[in-house]
């Protein structure tokens, strides 16, 4: 411990050095970090659903209807404790590059089916059922577009034609990421009415009074629907979300990858560095020898000083990497939503860290213990 | 008078680690940014050459991709009875309507389901839309159960070779071969005739009308009259623009990577340019020194020291170049949000891109150079000969 103050020395010799070996690993880490934070968010977002929840879409894609005549078939299933339905309407509102969810749902049913997900005041829920036109908005996107309650917004209908104006009657908090934040509800029937001979419900939600029944209702399901013109696909709420996960491609191999050069290129420039003060270093080395230090704490004094400037580099880096996303709400567009910086990412940055540490302060070091001191007095002039 | 080249280079082969760590710090930097870009450009390229400026894409209005539109058999007649349609070889109008459809098709090697497009077409398509090559197999046969399959989206899918059957729709579809289209999105399609695929997809419905114009300026004056028909409720967009806004969203993330990882990457590899460059500097005093005083103007001093931090950083650069290179032409793929569907593609590095890696190395050994280069230059001669 007494040492400290040498090792500080040492690091405050080359001012510049220090600072620009240090800020290349916090920039190193930093990007570590958000690179990896990508792959665990788009996990996460995988495994986000209920597994007594399933979702019973058609077979032949996403993007085909139902017919609306299910849902009493669906009830019916055993095991199925509630149905509800929606629909994808993708509208725009102002803008494309404002996109968000807005789903079409049956109100109650669909309330009902999500209990718990979410949190809404009684009176907002009532007046939402109640009026044809109303919608409920999560809080985030509130925000986000500064709306108030009561206020009349519009949306312009991609695949659904026209203006769809809708008056925001509730605001809910997400209790649970299946129920986004992010997104826009109103009535299904308010699309029926206008296109009622074509518009039919894009998936239905299906209550199980238990999860482990989710295999049997799958497949009966799928066998009652299999000879009509409008087969259908049943699985778990999870797996529903994780399609979609997957849908991304390889991104994770990329991210991966990225994020390994990118550590690999920083450890070269951190081991180049902390060589080159090694090498300046050698008469002085001679001299404490001289003066009575011992290999040994030599070895531990150069490791010391490697271990401060990747410790600090990581602390900066992945500091400001999980200071900097989840509190400024980032979430690339909408497309990551919930992005964060979780712990196993900081846990491994700081792996790579001590990694780090040991890789560029070894050769040093063990140079600093075995230097014999006759040899490195030579290079004093 | 100049400080000649030689001198640098024997200088970096004189601390050969120091050297080789900082030139492989620099070869990764340049290799992630060729890799970024070849993505970035791959993807770009395989929109850009879906579309080309004479041919017309008819919409229902509103609508922003061909997945959420809409088009009754009755107005495409109309929209194909128009004066600016091209006519081909057998004197009949270019026009070309399409079905579009994503369809679950089951992926190689059992990883679940892909939404892929299936188009159903007529024989006219592969007139209208552009550079359509059957490069294996023969083309389906209309009124039968068989599809082609793009070259770039057959690799990716199980049971898509020439002579398997493929499932989707609720029935078995023959592949009767595998179609190229230089690289365009269509590559990631299947493509079947609409008068099969409409009763089991989507109904008597077509998605899109494409048709080919006599000439490209006549785009404006076909526009207009598709747009102002009441009986059609239509928009028309000219088919390269449209395909390119297809892929905004993508190209603005893709592009936002490419930035922010190399950007932050690249301040990394300064820094341990601006290190090792000063190091270099501070064991080199004397020799400095002993210019200075031979007479060298500090001006050679500072472009010999920027001579040698460029040139470290080139060698980095070519080193990256061939760290990138092997990467050409693997195929990638990913979800196009706006129709919804697979859409694969490669990694296209370009000379073009090879260049860009290049100076990017350049500037990254000139501004890692610069600090300590001016240090060399304004070393006191006298003191430092001490």
């Known amino acids: ?381 | 008078m100049k400080i000649p080249l030689i001198y640098n280079i024997r200088s970096l082969l004189r601390r050969p680690v120091s050297t080789l760590m900082t030139a492989v710090g620099v070869a990764l930097v340049v290799g992630v940014f060729i890799a970024m870009l070849a993505l970035a450009n791959g993807f770009k390229m395989a929109l850009a050459r879906t579309g080309s400026p004479d041919n017309v894409l008819v919409l229902r209005k509103g609508a922003d991709s061909e997945l959420a539109s809409g088009i009754v058999r009755d107005n495409a007649a109309i929209i194909a009875a128009l004066p600016e349609i091209a006519t081909g070889a057998d004197a009949r109008p270019l026009v070309s309507p399409e079905v579009f459809v994503p369809v679950d098709l089951e992926a190689a090697g059992g990883g679940g389901d892909r939404l892929v497009v299936a188009r159903g077409v007529t024989k006219q398509a592969f007139e209208v839309r552009r550079n359509i090559r059957i490069v294996a197999g023969r083309p389906f046969t209309p009124g039968r159960d068989e599809v082609v399959i793009g070259t770039a989206i057959a690799s990716l899918l199980a049971h898509s070779g020439v002579g398997d059957t493929i499932h989707f729709g609720g029935r078995g579809w023959l592949v009767a071969g595998h179609f190229a289209s230089g690289g365009s999105a269509f590559e990631s399609e299947v493509w079947g005739e609409n008068e099969q695929l409409m009763p089991v997809l989507r109904g008597e419905v077509y998605q899109v009308v494409a048709f080919r114009l006599k000439s490209p300026e006549l785009f404006d004056r076909a526009r207009r009259t598709l747009e102002d028909d009441p009986r059609l409720q239509v928009d028309a967009h000219r088919e390269s623009e449209f395909y390119a806004s297809q892929s905004a969203v993508l190209k603005i993330i893709l592009n936002f990577l490419a930035v922010f990882i190399t950007g932050i990457m690249a301040i990394g590899a300064v820094f341990g340019a601006v290190n090792t460059m000063y190091a270099a500097v501070a064991s080199r005093t004397d020799e400095i020194a002993v210019l200075l005083t031979l007479g060298f103007p500090p001006r050679s001093v500072l472009a010999s020291f920027l001579a040698e931090s460029a040139f470290l950083a080139l060698v980095g650069g070519l080193l990256g170049c061939l760290v990138a290179l092997p990467i050409n032409g693997v195929v990638t793929s990913t979800t196009n949000w706006s129709s919804f569907s697979q859409l694969a593609f490669q990694f296209m590095v370009t000379p073009a891109i090879l260049a860009r890696g290049l100076a990017f190395a350049l500037v990254m050994g000139i501004v890692g150079g610069y600090f300590p280069a001016r240090r060399a230059a304004r070393i006191p001669v006298v003191q430092a000969i001490r």
């Open chain 1, 1 to 381: 411990m007494k040492f400290l103050p040498l090792v500080w020395a040492n690091l405050m010799r080359h001012k510049r050095r220090t600072v620009l070996t240090t800020a290349s690993v916090a920039l190193a880490l930093f990007l570590f970090a958000s690179l990896r934070s990508v792959v665990t968010t788009l996990r996460a977002n995988g495994e986000v659903g209920s597994e007594s929840r399933m979702i019973v879409q058609s077979a032949k894609a996403i993007t085909f209807f139902l017919p609306r005549s299910y849902d009493e078939r669906l009830l019916a299933v055993p095991g199925v404790q509630a149905v509800s339905w929606a629909l994808w309407f993708n509208g725009v509102y102002r803008d494309p590059k404002d996109f968000f969810a807005q789903f079409a749902v049956d109100p109650e049913s669909y309330l009902d089916v999500y209990a718990g997900d979410y949190s809404l005041p009684p009176d907002q829920r009532a007046a939402f059922v109640r009026e044809r036109t109303a919608c409920i908005v999560g809080k985030r996107l509130m925000d986000k577009f500064g709306w108030r309650l009561g206020q009349n917004i519009t949306l312009r209908g991609t695949i659904f034609q026209g203006d769809w104006t809708l008056t925001i009657r509730g605001v809910y908090r997400e209790v649970d990421p299946i129920f986004s934040e992010d997104a826009l509800h109103f009535h299904y029937e308010m699309v029926y009415e206008r296109y009622p001979r074509w518009v039919q419900p894009g998936w239905y939600v299906l209550k199980l009074e238990n999860p482990s029944l989710a295999p049997q209702v799958a497949s009966f399901v799928d066998s009652v629907f299999k000879n009509s013109s409008d087969p259908t696909k049943t699985g778990t709420e999870r797996a529903f979300n994780a399609s979609f996960v997957t849908m991304w491609g390889n991104v994770s191999f990329l991210m991966n990858s990225i994020g390994m050069a990118v550590v690999f290129a920083i450890l070269l420039v951190a081991a180049n560095s902390m060589m080159l003060s090694a090498r300046e270093r050698i008469s002085e080395v001679g001299v404490l020898k001289t003066v009575g230090f011992g290999d040994w704490l030599l070895f531990r004094l150069v490791m010391v000083e490697a271990g401060a400037i990747a410790l600090g580099g990581a602390v900066l880096g992945l500091g400001a990497a999980k200071a900097l996303f989840r509190p400024t709400g980032f979430s690339a567009m909408g497309f990551l939503p919930g992005f964060d910086v979780t712990a196993g990412t900081l846990g491994l940055g700081f792996g790579i860290a001590v990694l780090l540490a040991l890789a560029s302060g070894l050769v040093p070091a063990l140079n600093a213990a075995r230097l014999n001191a006759v040899q490195a007095l030579r290079h004093v002039e």
